[in-house]
């Protein structure tokens, strides 16, 4: 009786909405200010059945108000062997709420879902994208999917994305009074929780939400929605058992998959003591290996069960010569063990937030690399590029906590941080001005770390679309690009150099007997941020950097300088800046830094980033005025 009487809360939650009126002319006035769409109505039910089964019962209904809000009318739900979706239901609803169309199974898509970087997987993905040629109208779908496997539990979060407004979600989630679970919520999400016999139900909701409109360098919404996370103990999944209840038991599953899979063949071991025969230094063998790594093998995802989190083993890597990121680092391991070199994988969410050291679960990271630990310089390898140094990691890997695994388990530790120092473009350029104000200008730069990263792909393009690439985005009218050439002359190190040359068209304005330069022609901030009242979102710039600039005018004959802007100094919590003017002879010598951080700031700070924005705006359209000499 208990379990009947739960059972039945359970349902009880789940369609409580049976009835909802879907008349758009009922939507709060609140509700539809700055929204494309509003979700009517959300209820997610999660019952955890067992160490290994579980059943998820979804139901939403989103009113479209604007063609723009088309994009949430689709129904996108992704399955695999170890899950399987049924009892799919689809609706469509006018504006007033009057049922257009019940879908049938025929009209909804079952196909795989493979990635463009992927040559197996095992997911699939049921599909339907409902059509309205009128606004607004109301898209109603539900399904039930039944789990066989349970890594992770389903996430809730109230505000899916900017520009959509919530007018009820909620999400229930039960499981058995013995079975250990922990979640983890945002700041303003409260957890209610009851007992129903052998039973305990968590629930969360979200009632009348404003949409939130996008805001410039947001850092997401998630620190002002409502979240939930939630994660197992104990689980059994695709033959596999383990405990996420730490990270360190979470990293012993994970080496445990990994168990005898660092074997080389005979031949490759042989070939790897060959390369490394005359190398002096464990950093110089490093290096040979991980060439011999770039050079040889390519990234292939494989995304096939348990294979999700198992590498292949470096045996098979040896002999085909690809991999996934797993694969591609264990492969790696295998050849400095034979080198007598110690390392370890690395569990990382690439372009992700950092490991919450304190809550350990799957989902947190999204691809593997490779370490070598040193007390005072341990060196991290992106096994995956055929192009990165030695040791560079790229910026989206940066400056996080990440998983360790080691044969004691897993432990938290940090990737190197790029600053804005180690970010740099240095930049000399020299112009020489015609009286007609064409010029002959030769630019030569280099760039390190992050920007070497913005700017590698260059060196990979063909010379035709890289000449067109370049005119399109150069600062200066491009009268004839005559010469350009990318380097990389330390395959080692994350340096890029560029150098051009180039004929331009008119760098001048003329007043009378005047001519007016703008004395930054080269990296110039051409736009503002606008201001955003009542902001919501932190923001951030997308990496620290540090710019330096120096540009050389040789005057046309017979001219002098009659006017000089002063030298500008602005200084801020965000960055700081400097233009410097000096005239000798017949030359003018600008220079010109800036220099800013990539760490998160309050919503209320931005504007304050506008107005400094503003004045290196202002700054960078500094003129000089030149004039006949007499």
């Known amino acids: 009786m208990k379990k009947i009487i739960s059972t039945l809360l359970g349902i009880a939650c789940f369609n409580a909405v049976l009835a909802q009126d879907y008349d758009a002319a009922k939507i709060p006035e609140e509700l539809k200010k700055d929204a494309i769409a509003v979700i009517r109505n959300e209820e997610q039910f999660f019952d955890i059945k067992s160490l290994s089964s579980g059943q998820y019962d979804y139901k939403v209904a989103i009113t479209i108000l604007t063609k723009a809000g088309d994009q949430w009318a689709e129904m996108d739900e992704v399955y695999d062997k170890f899950s399987e979706i049924s009892n799919v239901r689809a609706t469509l609803y006018d504006g007033n709420g009057k049922k257009v169309k019940d879908y049938k199974s025929s009209d909804i898509k079952d196909q795989s879902l493979l990635s463009d970087f992927s040559i197996f997987e095992d997911n699939r993905i049921k599909k339907l994208k409902f059509v309205s040629l009128t606004y607004p109208y109301t898209i109603e779908y539900s399904y039930t999917q039944n789990f066989k496997g349970l890594l992770y539990f389903p996430s809730w979060r109230d505000l899916k994305g900017f520009n959509v407004s919530v007018e009820r979600s909620a999400y229930t989630l039960q499981k058995n009074k013995g079975y250990a679970l922990r979640y983890l919520t945002g700041s303003n999400t409260k957890t209610d929780s009851a007992t129903v016999g052998d039973k305990v139900l968590y629930k969360w909701k979200s009632v009348n939400v404003p949409a939130i409109t996008s805001e410039p360098l947001s850092t997401g919404i998630d620190n002002i929605c409502q979240w939930v996370k939630a994660s197992p103990d104990q689980f059994e999944y695709d033959?596999?058992?383990?405990?996420?209840?730490?990270w360190k038991s979470f990293g012993a599953w994970i080496y445990g998959l990994n168990t005898g899979?660092?074997?080389?063949?005979?031949?490759?071991?042989?070939?790897?003591?060959n390369l490394i025969k005359d190398a002096k230094t464990q950093q110089e063998k490093v290096r040979i290996l991980y060439n011999h790594?770039?050079?040889n093998t390519r990234y292939v995802s494989v995304q096939l069960g348990i294979g999700g989190f198992r590498p292949i083993v470096a045996e098979k890597v040896a002999q085909v010569n690809y991999?996934?990121?797993?694969?591609?680092?264990?492969?790696?391991?295998?050849m400095l063990n034979e080198a007598g070199i110690a390392s370890n994988l690395i569990m990382i969410g690439n372009d992700m937030p950092s490991l919450n050291k304190n809550y350990s679960s799957m989902g947190q990271a999204n691809h593997m690399i490779l370490c070598i630990p040193s007390a005072k310089d341990t060196t991290f390898l992106e096994c995956t590029s055929q192009y990165n140094p030695m040791g560079f990691i790229g910026y989206s890997n940066a400056d996080r906590n990440v998983l360790m695994i080691t044969d004691d388990g897993g432990k938290i530790v940090h990737t190197p941080i790029y600053t804005e120092k180690d970010n740099y473009q240095i930049r000399k350029t020299k112009i020489n001005l015609q009286e007609d104000g064409s010029a002959m200008l030769e630019l030569k730069s280099t760039y390190g770390n992050a920007q070497f990263e913005d700017n590698f792909s260059y060196t990979l393009m063909e010379p035709v679309e890289l000449r067109k690439r370049l005119i399109e985005n150069s600062p200066v009218p491009v009268a004839e690009l005559v010469s350009f050439r990318y380097l990389q002359p330390d395959k080692n190190l994350p340096v890029l150099n560029e150098e051009m040359s180039m004929k331009t068209n008119s760098l001048i304005t003329r007043g009378g007997d005047k001519m007016f330069l703008v004395l930054n022609q080269i990296n110039r901030k051409e736009s503002i941020p606008l201001k955003v009242e009542n902001r919501k979102t932190p923001f951030a710039v997308p990496f620290s950097?540090?710019?330096?600039?120096?540009?050389?005018?040789?005057?046309?004959a017979g001219y002098k300088v009659e006017f000089m802007p002063k030298d500008i100094v602005i200084t801020s919590e965000f960055g700081t800046y400097t233009a410097k003017f000096l005239t000798k002879d017949n030359t003018i010598v600008y220079t010109r830094t800036q220099t800013m951080s990539d760490k998160k700031y309050p919503a209320e700070k931005y504007n304050e980033y506008v107005d400094f924005n503003k004045k290196i705006y202002q700054a960078d359209k500094q003129k000089a005025v030149l004039a006949k000499a007499l």
């Open 239 to 246: 033959g596999s058992s383990g405990n996420f209840n730490n």
């Open 261 to 273: 899979g660092n074997k080389l063949p005979e031949a490759t071991r042989g070939m790897v003591q």
């Open 293 to 295: 790594l770039q050079q």
């Open 323 to 334: 991999g996934d990121c797993k694969a591609l680092s264990n492969y790696m391991k295998a």
């Open 545 to 556: 950097y540090n710019d330096e600039d120096e540009i050389t005018y040789t005057l046309p």
